[in-house]
């Protein structure tokens, strides 16, 4: 995991922010995820998904999308520690994310790619390779299937990504 969170390492002075620098330990039953409203230069909300041991992130200016078939734009950021998943707090002036950090919702997630009947299952990190992750949301605020689908891009720029809310009829437990 180490090497996984260099980037967001590189980034931060671990004396002048309270940030954690790592940790956190896998959820073995069931994957976390969050969502910090994070009130830096530009308001967002990063979405973090736990997947192998980091939480995958994408910073999503609107926040999750609300109505079925809704889709926002969703930047994906550095992977960060676990222990991420409890910080609340105010990153001082300067540093790398200035500005308050809220925690706007949290809970466990499914991986829907792995519940497809008559389907192979296929791992989260492997959704997140083919960049078409499906996932069931579940947590204070968020209940339902949400996907996060990397969008083609021309080859010089970075790829983007959609937080898209799915409609309760794209299979599985909620349907009628
Ligand atoms: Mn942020």
């Given at each position: 995991m180490a090497e996984k969170l260099s980037e967001y390492r590189r980034k931060r002075d671990f004396q002048r922010t309270t940030e954690p620098s790592d940790g956190g330990r896998p959820n073995a039953a069931q994957p976390i995820y969050v969502i910090q409203r994070h009130d830096a230069s530009t308001l967002h909300y990063d979405v973090r998904l736990?997947?192998?041991?980091?939480?995958?992130?994408?910073?999503?200016?609107?926040?999750?999308?609300?109505?079925?078939?809704?889709?926002?734009?969703?930047?994906?950021?550095?992977?960060?520690?676990?222990?991420?998943?409890?910080?609340?707090?105010?990153?001082?002036?300067?540093?790398?994310g200035a500005g308050t950090v809220e925690i706007w919702d949290r809970g466990t997630y499914r991986n829907l790619r792995a519940e497809i009947e008559g389907e192979e299952p296929v791992s989260m990190a492997d959704t997140l390779a083919e960049g078409k992750i499906e996932v069931y949301l579940q947590g204070q605020k968020l209940d339902g299937r949400y996907a996060f689908i990397r969008m083609a891009n021309s080859d010089d720029d970075?790829?983007?990504?959609?937080?898209?809310?799915?409609?309760?009829d794209d299979g599985g437990r909620d349907t009628g």
């Open positions: 736990e997947i192998d041991g980091v939480l995958v992130s994408w910073a999503v200016p609107k926040g999750p999308p609300e109505q079925p078939g809704q889709r926002h734009l969703a930047v994906p950021t550095e992977d960060h520690p676990l222990s991420y998943a409890d910080f609340a707090g105010r990153i001082p002036k300067g540093e790398y970075e790829p983007q990504w959609l937080m898209l809310k799915m409609k309760d």
